[in-house]
C-alpha cells in the first residue's frame, strides 16, 4: 500500500513531545542554550518541548538524546492552552522572586585574595 504525498506531509507536520538530554553534551553547563526550540514549561528541570521531524534529526545529529512521549498530528492549537500574557508575567515574577528569596551559598574561598 502506498502513502503518496498526503503521507509525507502528514508526518512532517507532526509535533513529537519530547525531552531533552544532554548526551555527548554533558560536558557543558550550558548546553540547553544551544537547542534552538521551543520549550515548553516541565517539572524538575527537564528540558521539554514539542519537536518537528527536523528539530529530531538536528538534536539526535548534534549529540542530545531526545526521549519521544507522544505523537502529535497537526491540529489548531486548543485556546485553553494559551496562557495569557498577565499569568505569565505573574508566574515569571514568582519565579524571580523565589531565587531573589534564596541567593546563592557564600563561596568558601575568598576570591578577594
Do not use: C
Not at 519565579?95 to 531573589?100: M, S
Amino acid at each position: 500500500m502506498e502513502e503518496g504525498q498526503g503521507g509525507n506531509d502528514a508526518l512532517l507536520a507532526t509535533r513529537f513531545d519530547a525531552t531533552i538530554h544532554p548526551g555527548s553534551n554533558s560536558d557543558k553547563k550550558d548546553w540547553a542554550d544551544a537547542l534552538d526550540v521551543d520549550r515548553v514549561p516541565a517539572r524538575d528541570g527537564e528540558v521539554r518541548a514539542l519537536l518537528t521531524l527536523q528539530d529530531l534529526v538536528r538534536l539526535l545529529e548534534q549529540g542530545f538524546e531526545v526521549r519521544l512521549f507522544r505523537a502529535y498530528g497537526a491540529e489548531p492549537l486548543n485556546p485553553a492552552l494559551i496562557m495569557p500574557d498577565e499569568v505569565f508575567k505573574n508566574w515569571l515574577d514568582d519565579q524571580v522572586n523565589t531565587l531573589k528569596a534564596k541567593p546563592d551559598p557564600k563561596p568558601l574561598i575568598d576570591r578577594d585574595l
